[in-house]
């Protein structure tokens, strides 16, 4: 059985445009990958006020990385991102979600 690591983001709370449903879409979607009966789910959630950008970052190089197909650190992954986004390839494992 192979070994899924996932990091949900969930921010409902947004001082300016609260947006509804962030907190439930990361719920449900660690939910779905729970159920999936064919991987083993490693999952971090991160919600509202536990997610700040570093919080984001640490993520990612902490718990992703354990799946050892990201980028080295110091390394540039191939493409560029819009400012604030992780870029992705298509021969990328690792879902990325913006």
């Not at 947006?19 to 509202?48: F, T, Y």
């Not at 993520?59 to 799946?67: P, Q, T, V």
């Not at 819009?82 to 494992?93: H, I, L, M, N, Q």
Request: net charge positive; glycine share 8%.
């Amino acid at each position: 059985m192979r070994t899924v690591y996932a990091l949900f983001v969930g921010i409902d709370d947004y001082p300016d445009r609260p947006p509804s449903g962030c907190l439930n879409d990361a719920r449900e979607a660690q939910e779905w990958l729970r159920r999936q009966r064919h991987v083993a789910a490693d999952i971090r959630r991160l919600a509202d006020g536990q997610a700040p950008r570093a919080a984001v970052v640490a993520g990612i190089e902490r718990h992703l990385a354990k799946s050892g197909r990201l980028p080295s650190a110091g390394t540039r992954p191939r493409g560029r991102a819009r400012r604030g986004t992780a870029p992705c390839t298509r021969s990328s494992r690792t879902v990325c979600a913006a």
